[in-house]
């Protein structure tokens, strides 16, 4: 990568980043070897730092010390400020941060204390007097008598870098409180100040964290309305309490402890482990490992198997799960039952439990349904044991309605092979037949069975002849219809057949042109490879809806099927009209999302744009999506607008809830949505008041007269003013350009970089994208990239001023810019003035930017402070395992005497 190259869009995202580490005291961490550190002029490592209102704060001192001590060198040279910190930073507005024994205050230029030290960290003033300070974990806002003005909330980082360049907006990063939006009544939970974490509900109550420092908070719980029915300082407790009925189970030291909804303690005895239950029950573990299911008194009902598992799962009106002893089912009432088993295994069905024993080839123990009805006979289950089983997805039934659209539980294969299959039946009894030789596995009613004759019919959930055995072969039902094979004794032929059997009238034309069925639809497809065309066959109406004429059709679900037309995709009604009409734009497939609403995508990438369609009349609830919408309860869905942010749609594709902020993470629970948001950034002004709402996801570098700064959102960017606005609409990805009144866009259809003014207008194009070189800008000129990546300059009318030659080239500082020339001069750094004239002739490994016509370099590895002229005012040396300062010619200016390698100041030590 060019050293250039950094200077890029994302270059200007991350300046601000990048100058905490300059800007932010940050406590010192140099060892013995601190001196070897000190070899650059720039970056982390860097011992000397620019100047800043005449001063450069440099370091100095002994290596024999665990770290140096900072001074400030004036620009002749001479030490101003002795050095006595253990951390400095540059002049602004008068003063300097600075640190001693681990805390921060400000000295004046003479080195005078004007704010003792007594900070955790410190930032510079602006101009305005203003400056922020971390104290006590605290975000806070001092004048320059060292008031404090403002204390910002807990949730504020206090990692900020404060006001960047004396700017009067600081770059602040916020924790963002959670939100609970309902949908069934399209209002969003109203929260007290300083929430820091929601949970689900319980027992009717939402878990609230009330934040009391920066990372930590008490819990309580608010009641529908957002008032506190449990007040987080009546229960204090750090953990999630868990609430069942009037008694909260709450984690102390000494394990868990019950207190009442006021704080008071309900019980002595603390628990390793609880589990909320029903009814106001609960299930503990005691602190010697007992478990016990205690009432809603905290009575003890009963003692529970060893080794239940802590993480009981609810199943219709039980709580179920494993033990030692097999598997436990605690229901109301307390009722608990035990279905013994070694090595239990339970797997949880819709309407019934599984429970089986044994690591290999586990044997079935018994089936329970919701009821807690034991299915299984001891008969049964000593017949079960020359079986092999296999589940069907069937469901147990106490009576035998509608049996025939239902499967078996499971198919039984013999162990005996001389014996015929069998089913379990939804009342879960063995069912066979002699006449059986063989049943399919199928996952829709009915189950298909092939006789000892040959024939095939198919059975209902308690084995009975649903179709008889009269045809050759049945294909697998898809709805209404299935295949079914027909001889005559001498030829096969394929029909369709209904659920009971019947064969459906449909011409021989049509059944040789069907490619598929779909409820009650037949596709049909005529002609071959590409001129093949797809149709649709009604089979009751015994019609053609419509001929073949489209590329391919998918089969149909919830009324509407997708359709090929050309190359694009849309959806079709069962009408075989549009529903939703194919667009040659779309990326990919309509994808269905319930509710006859289908998603739809444009672009790729970062480019990706989706939006909701209806298929009832073709219109969208909701376009330019960032990403795929997530269904909320019935009729809504949680959307993320192309302009930022998350909300909440209705299913009439109206807005009923929405936030600015780009949401972290969301749960949703049916009707409820939990949006955590995380840190965000936004802009305090010097009261402390927010400019910038703390919606974006980066630090933001305001810059210019008009404090301009590229914000991040969304994995979009966007240039916003002071107050969060987008001063330039049409380029809304522009970076402003310092000391030029211009921005920087890119045109990624033309592959160019587009200058333009503060209104937006254009005034020159260059080829590349990023091939002006933002972070660059400077003194009325900016940098470009040309297409061998090599660099020059143009100004603010766009013209060429200095030519791309230079392999790297920093900002114009000072009327001087470094630059490297390898074809010329090697990889070492000189500078240049605004002609592209080398002014400083390229002498230094490592060079820094002009400031206060100063700069430092590092020439022959002595690090020097050089003027515009190239003229050497100062050098910083090791001698004697000693950092020093000497003049041009190596006489010592600090320490005032020159030291010996003995340590006596005797002379020049070499």
Known sequence: MHHAEHFTRAGALSALALAINAIFLFPASADEGWLKGCTHVQGEQACQQPFQQGLSPVLLGSGKEKQGS?????????????????????????????????????IDQRGNWVIPARFSRATPFNAEGTALVEADGRLLLIDKQGAVTRTLPFAVNPESAGFVGGQSLASVQMQIAPALWQADTNRALALPDDVMALEAPQSGLTPVQQRDSRTSGYWGYLDETGRWAIEPMSIKSRTLPVLNGDTLAVQGKNGWAFINRQGAVRSKQTYKAVTALPEGNWLVTTQEGARQLLNAALEKQQDLPAGLDATLRPWHQWWVGTSDQGVVMIGPQNSVQLIKADNARLDIQPQALWITQ?????????????????????????????YQVKLLGGQPSPDDAQAEQRLPLAVLTPSDKKQPPALLTAHGEIFSDPQWAAIESDTAAPLRIRTQTQKTGAVD???????????????????????????????????????????????????QMAKGLSGGLLLTAAGEGAQQRWGLWDIAGKREIIAPVYEQIEPFSNGYALARSGTAWGVI???????????????EKPLAMGNGLYLTTTGTGEARRYQLVSA?????????????????????????????????LDGEGRTVMAKAVPVEKANIEGDRVLLNFGQRFGAINAQGEWQVAPIYTAPLAFTGPRQWAVAQRDQRTTLIDSHGGQPIPDAPGAVPLVGMVRVADNDPAAQQSVLRDFSGREIQRFAGLDSLVTATASEGLVGLRGADNRYGFVNAEGKTVVAPAFDQLGPLKNARARAVKRATFGPLNGYI???????????????????????????????????????????????????????????????AKAVTCAGSPQGAGK
């Open 70 to 106: 900072w001074g400030y060198l004036d620009t002749t040279g001479h030490l101003a400020i002795d050095p006595a910190f253990s951390d400095a930073q540059g002049f602004s507005n008068g003063l300097a941060a600075v640190a001693q024994n681990g805390r921060y205050g400000y």
């Open 358 to 386: 044994g690591k290999e080839n586990p044997r079935l123990v018994q089936i329970v349904d919701s009821r807690g009805v034991s299915l299984l006979s001891e008969a049964t289950l000593k017949a079960l044991a020359g």
């Open 461 to 511: 959930a308690n084995g009975q002849w649903v179709i008889p055995p009269q045809f050759v072969q049945i294909q697998p039902f898809e709805g209404a219809y299935g295949w079914a094979t027909v001889t005559d004794g001498k030829t096969e032929s394929r029909r369709i057949i209904d659920r009971s059997g019947n064969v459906m009238d449909v011409p021989t034309r049509t059944l």
């Open 573 to 587: 009604n069962p009408a075989g009209g549009w529903a939703i009409a194919p667009d040659a734009e779309q990326s």
């Open 616 to 648: 009832e009349n073709g219109l969208p609830l909701a376009e330019d999506l960032l990403e795929k919408p997530r269904a909320v309860g019935r009729d809504h869905w949680l959307v993320k607008p192309a302009e930022g942010g998350v909300a909440l």
């Open 833 to 895: 003035d605004k002609t592209g004239r080398f002014v400083i002739k390229p002498a230094y490994s490592d060079a820094g930017e002009f400031s206060d016509h100063r700069a430092w370099v590092v020439h022959k590895g002595v690090t020097q402070m050089i003027d515009t002229n190239g003229k050497v005012q100062a050098q910083l040396l090791v001698r004697c395992n000693q950092r020093i300062v000497t003049d041009a010619k190596g006489h010592p200016v600090w320490p």
